[in-house]
């Protein structure tokens, strides 16, 4: 059985206690977790440099008063076990200054793991050392155990390692420094009912906080789909659903921005071309929809090529009318748009029986307005399309300016 197959299959007996991250999610959820056991780590080292301190002085104070060989015998080793947790505290709290888990590093997941073995030994050695002395005043070590498995998030694999190999330094060192069998046998029962306690409750607390990751991933994730759908939906609104164009509603708001906006530079000119396909409805009724449909894609996707600025729009005004907006331009520079616009449809060459020369023809009006405070945009709108009226009563296929 792979690696892979055994994690399948325990997902599916033990689901609950071996939850499956994604791979996206892995590296993410390893550095957050890494992160929050840095920093109450940190919170630990200083309570353990506080505790530490004042034992050593609480030792050197009453040392000169102890008599019993075994506790003076015992006492300078205590003393070093100490120390060692006093500079290894601090220097945990030197090295690991970080400000945020995207800070995380390789080393930090060997520091994390390292200061905690580190403390879990050393407090199995001073265990032994106390509790040869005499059994149940000691218990320190099985109180660190327990106070890592409640305060840390740690993945299975780890927690087997670092508590199992915690327990057997403790269960070594319990039965070399005690000289009673039976009571070291005790103590490391008792070491050994904690350790797997310690594994159980390490799993729940790590089980519990992957969830609570996994289901704000969830809800993130709900939320940019979300948002995204929004967006489509905004967008396609502003489309036109046969010609993939901006639609009357976009050109609408535009008009009005472009406007306020020509008004407050002062001086501005703003154009506007409207665009009609002569006798279109004749076509259209002769031929079928579909044909129309695709004559109106035709033509939508070849003017909108002749409006080339990124300023400038051209949109589907409705029917077979189009209509380009050109910011900051007068009306000669649209009247040479509006040419290329009739020259574009003319060299498409798309038969039309009810054209006076055969071919299909658009009509074009166009006006031009510097937008002030005493008119409003459909004053742009009304002159544009007076001028095509104008153009198509005039038998189509030119421009005719209002």
Known sequence: MTPNQFRIQLQNRFGNWFPVVPEAYKNILESILTYSNIQRLRIISWLLILIN????????????????????????????????????????????????????????HFYESGYIILNLISYAIL??????????????????????????????????????????????????????????????????????????????????????????????????????????????????????????????????????????????????????????????????????????VNIATTLSRTVKRPGDLFARYGGEEFAAILPKTDLIGARRIAEQMLQAVERLDINHPFSSNGRLTISIGLACIQPNDKELPETLIEAADKALYQAKKAGGNRVCCG
Do not use: C
């Open 53 to 108: 301190l004042t034992l050593i002085s609480i030792q050197l104070a009453y040392i000169g008063k102890i008599d019993q060989p075994r506790i003076l015998e015992i006492a300078p080793y205590i003393m070093t076990l100490r120390i060692v947790l006093l500079v290894s505290s601090a220097a945990f709290l030197f090295i690991t200054r970080l400000p945020f888990p995207d800070a995380i590093k390789r080393s930090h």
């Open 127 to 296: 265990y032994s050392l106390i509790h040869s002395v005499g059994p149940g005043i000691a218990s320190s070590y099985l109180m660190a155990v327990l106070v890592s498995a409640t305060f840390l998030y740690l993945k299975w694999s780890k927690s087997i390692l670092i508590y199992g190999f915690s327990w057997i330094v403790f269960s070594v060192m319990v039965w070399r420094f005690q000289p009673d069998w039976i009571l070291a046998f005790s103590a490391i029962i008792n070491g050994s009912v904690v350790t797997i306690l310690a594994l159980v409750m390490s799993q729940i607390i790590y089980v519990n906080r992957v969830k609570e990751f996994l289901n704000l991933q969830t809800i993130e994730l709900q939320k940019e789909e979300l948002a995204a759908s929004n967006d489509l939906l905004e967008k396609l609104s502003y489309l036109d659903a046969l010609t993939n164009i901006p639609n009357r509603r976009f050109l609408d708001e535009f008009l009005h921005r472009e406007w306020r906006l020509a008004f407050r530079e002062h001086g501005l000119q703003l154009s506007l071309i409207m665009v009609d396909i002569d006798q279109f409805k004749q076509l259209n009724d002769t031929f079928g929809h579909q044909n129309g449909d695709d004559i109106l």
